[in-house]
């Protein structure tokens, strides 16, 4: 990697949930003149680009994830003008702007849907995924619902089944009707043409489905207390082959523009996310590598998770890593507020493009939601479970005012302790997880070691996670400790020397020779001289 990489291989993208993020006009729900309020601090923080969750037209079965119109802005967000002053005040300030793309499916209220519906002969019927029932009248074949039941949805106006791989109101487009490509490429053609720098496209793995309709078969490694759908293996319903010709015309579509990154959203295992790259890199600029939010965390799981990663990467290939989403439990429920400094650390020290999640660099928390205040639909239709996602997406705490400076209504979701868990206090504390996430991001951009360099595993001790970047001379140690007791590492052996630049407990520790010692859930940065 030379000096000529692309931005999205420098920099560090950051996801904002817009209904979450700042609310501009007090209906309690973010939106896009909310988000402009809140550059400079996205600027001053660091990040190189903003990653918004869908802001189209929507009915919100899903909260923005059934789209009635690819080439719009709901009136809850804002208008198209809003958000071509977003692009440009963004961009003013060197952000760039990626934008979530859903080709998988629509809303059914989608006018492309509502005519599809109106007769089997409808010009757009086969637009989307309709079968005849099955043998005993009822739906086709087994194929289940990611948010639970059947993924058939049946129409007695017709007699007919739809295909729907989340909620019935999210009808599944047709990806073998060449009309469907065609379209989409306009959509992408749109909004490369507002400036937009790239697109997070949502579950790309799920675009095609088997051609002769097979029923999945039984997973035999189903437990309760799994999403409902994990009861069969999607070994029909996900990761076709011809899926890798649609991503290749976007690719096509994107390469047009210049300088712009498509990034996909694949649950799948490293050894088939890296298809996803594509033949000779023409596809996914960067497969989101997901692994981390999943992983047991422990020096040994995580060391042999990157080297695994590392190894099945094609030639060429950009890694990547996420640390959280929209869909998972924050990363300080998951595993505590204090290995949460650690993970600052890891995610933005590995090779590859990292993604945050916003209120990530505050180290906030699931949030308790009553059963009143559920949105998520998927809580919805599988009450009682834990599956409910609501508590990662809780609205932003700015300060210790009414609803965390959030809104001056009533917010959409419940905060979190906001009152002791804000930006505006912790921009006061050099001492804070969100300082830490600023100076982490400010010494990739000081160090192309970091942002740039190679990756080498360094085997200094089985309680820790240690390697080495290096760039054009440049050699850098990242030590992370997994135990509860302080350790005493050893350096390389051609490392006289540790200058620490970085550590994730508070203040830093002093330089070192060769022995450096990492306290409890500690992470050092070294430059090795």
């Known amino acids: 990697m030379t000096s000529s990489a692309e931005w999205w291989q420098r920099g560090v993208i950051y996801q904002i949930y817009p209904r979450s993020f700042q609310d501009s ?74 934008m979530d793309l859903v080709p998988n499916h629509t809303s059914d209220r989608h006018p492309w849907f509502l005519e599809s519906r109106t007769a089997r002969g409808s010009a757009k019927r086969d637009w989307y995924v309709w079968r005849d029932p099955g043998p005993e009248g009822g739906p086709p074949n087994n194929w289940l619902s990611e948010f639970g039941g059947s993924a058939w949805e049946h129409d007695p106006a017709s007699g007919q089944y739809y295909y729907h791989a989340f909620l019935k109101e999210q009808p599944d487009l047709n990806w073998r009707n060449p009309e469907v490509h065609a379209a989409m490429r306009q959509v992408l053609g749109f909004w490369f043409a507002r400036g937009v720098d790239g697109f997070r496209i949502d579950v790309v793995h799920q675009l095609v489905e088997d051609a002769t309709f097979r029923d999945n078969p039984p997973n035999p490694d189903f437990q309760p207390g799994e999403p409902p759908s994990h009861a069969l293996l999607r070994v029909h319903t996900i990761d076709q082959p011809e899926v890798h010709d649609i991503i290749a015309e976007w690719r096509r579509v994107a390469d047009r523009f210049g300088g712009r990154v ?57 890694p990547n890593w996420v640390l959280g989403s929209h869909d998972f439990p924050r990363i300080a429920s998951r595993i505590g507020n204090r290995a949460a400094r650690l993970a600052a650390v890891l995610l933005l020290t ?155 407990r508070e203040g830093s520790p002093p330089d070192s020779g060769r022995i450096v010692t990492v306290q409890p859930a500690e992470a050092q940065v070294l430059a090795l001289e």
């Open 262 to 318: 498509l990034i996909g959203e694949i649950h799948l295992p490293i050894n088939r996310l890296v298809a996803y790259y594509g033949v000779e890199l023409g596809g996914i600029h960067l497969p989101f590598n997901f692994n981390l939010i999943g992983t047991r965390w422990s020096a040994e799981t995580l060391r042999n998770l990157v080297s695994s990663y590392e190894a099945a990467l094609p030639p060429g290939a950009w």
């Open 25 to 98: 006009d007090g209906d309690g729900i973010g939106d896009l003149q909310g988000t402009i309020a809140r550059l400079d601090y996205l600027a001053w923080l660091g990040v190189d680009a903003i990653w918004l969750s869908p802001v189209y037209p929507s009915p919100m079965a899903d909260f923005g994830y059934d789209i009635s119109d690819y080439t719009s802005i709901d009136p809850v967000f804002g208008t198209l003008s809003d958000f071509d002053r977003l692009v440009a005040e963004a961009h003013r300030r060197g952000l760039n702007v990626i």
């Open 350 to 504: 590995l090779r590859g493009t990292p993604t945050m999640y916003y209120g990530d660099e505050l180290g906030m928390s699931d949030v308790a939601i009553p059963p009143q205040s559920v949105r998520d639909p998927f809580e919805r239709n599988v009450p009682g479970q834990g599956m409910g996602r609501d508590p990662a997406r809780t609205p932003m705490p700015w300060s210790d005012e009414t609803s965390g400076g959030f809104t001056k209504g009533m917010p959409w979701l419940p905060l979190g302790d906001y009152r002791h868990c804000n930006v505006k206090l912790q921009a006061q504390d050099p001492d804070s997880i969100l300082w830490l996430y600023r100076r982490l991001i400010a010494l990739r951009r000081t160090e192309p070691a970091l942002s740039l360099g190679s990756y080498e595993p360094l085997g200094l001790d089985p309680e820790c996670l240690a390697y080495a970047r290096r760039y054009d001379g440049r050699r850098i140690a990242v030590v992370l400790n997994f135990s509860e007791e302080p350790r005493r590492v050893a350096l390389p052996d051609d490392a006289r020397h540790g200058h620490v630049l970085l550590s994730s």
